[in-house]
Nanobody
Framework: EVQLVESGGGSVQAGDSLRLSCEISLYIYSSYCMGWFRQASGKEREAVAHIDSSGKTTYLDSVKGRFTISRDNAKNTLSLQMNSLKPDDTAMYYC?????????????YGQGTQVTV
């Protein structure tokens, strides 16, 4: 069973930075598509960024140039560096994993970490 644990959220001011981390308990993590999702109060969950097994990344238009997703296959970790944060970035952030190619469609999610801007 895949388990994901997010950390790094918090309350910051507009323009600040945060770095989210996700630890994944998965033997073959390197072959998985990994993603960060977020859900703001009263809104549907949306995909923020994905990174596939080769390191190819995709981003939500509104975060391009501000957020960077990365993975460390040796440490089974996923990160999201968030710069120039805006109030619209306020949400619960989740990491997700799914075997195979991106995007994550029906994968496993962590419990989330709150980001408030």
């Amino acid at each position: 069973e895949v388990q994901l644990v997010e950390s790094g959220g918090g309350s910051v001011q507009a323009g600040d930075s945060l770095r989210l981390s996700c630890e994944i308990s998965l033997y073959i993590y390197s072959s998985y598509c990994m993603g960060w999702f977020r859900q703001a109060s009263g809104k549907e969950r949306e995909a923020v960024a994905h990174i596939d097994s080769s390191g190819k990344t995709t981003y939500l238009d509104s975060v391009k140039g501000r957020f960077t997703i990365s993975r460390d296959n040796a440490k089974n970790t996923l990160s999201l560096q968030m710069n120039s944060l805006k109030p619209d970035d306020t949400a619960m952030y989740y990491c997700a994993a799914e075997a195979g190619s991106c995007p994550v469609v029906a994968g496993t999610y962590g419990q989330g970490t709150q980001v408030t801007v």
